[in-house]
């Protein structure tokens, strides 16, 4: 299952660690993913989406 917002498609990020001595290391920053109830399509699915998603009010919540 990829870390992967299915609404906006937002995915991990990558990039270097640079501490203070100038060391690097790679470094991976994920999606804020939560596993939601929400109407696709007119059906209730649980779908991986990004908490910027849901607090834009991109994601319509079932009750």
């Known amino acids: 299952m990829a870390l992967k ?11 270097n660690v640079v501490s203070h001595a100038n060391n690097t290391r790679r470094r ?10 929400a109407v ?14 849901i607090r834009l009010g991109r994601v319509k919540k079932s009750a």
């Open 28 to 37: 991976r920053w994920n999606p804020n993913l939560k596993r939601v109830r």
């Open 40 to 53: 696709v399509d007119g059906v209730r699915k649980q779908v991986r989406v990004c908490t910027g998603c």
């Open 5 to 15: 917002c299915a609404i906006c498609g937002k995915g991990p990020h990558f990039g």
